[in-house]
Nanobody, 115 residues
């Protein structure tokens, strides 16, 4: 069974930074495409960033230049460094992967950007 567990969510000020982590188990992390999504109150869950098994990455336009996704295949951990935070970044952040034709999500971690 695949398990994902996010951590690192907190309250941050506008312009501040946070780093989220997603620890994975139950899958071959080194060949897994991994992604971050987020869901703000009253809104649909949306794509934030992706790290591919081939070493590539992709970002939503709203976070390009501010967020950086990375991974440690030895520690089986996905990260996202979030800089220049804005109030509109407030959301629950989720880690996601696919394995054997199924989607797996973590329980999420809350990020609140507020002065």
């Amino acid at each position: 069974q695949v398990y994902l567990r996010e951590s690192g969510g907190a309250v941050a000020q506008p312009g501040g930074s946070l780093r989220l982590s997603c620890k994975a188990s139950g899958l071959n992390f080194g060949i897994a495409d991994m992604a971050w999504y987020r869901q703000a109150p009253g809104k649909q869950r949306e794509f934030v960033a992706m790290s591919t098994r081939g070493g590539g990455s992709d970002y939503a336009d709203s976070v390009k230049g501010r967020f950086t996704i990375s991974r440690d295949n030895v520690r089986r951990t996905l990260y996202i460094q979030m800089n220049s935070l804005k109030s509109e970044d407030t959301a629950v952040y989720y880690c996601k992967t696919n394995s054997r034709g199924r989607e797996f999500w973590g329980p999420g971690t809350q990020v609140t950007v507020s002065s």
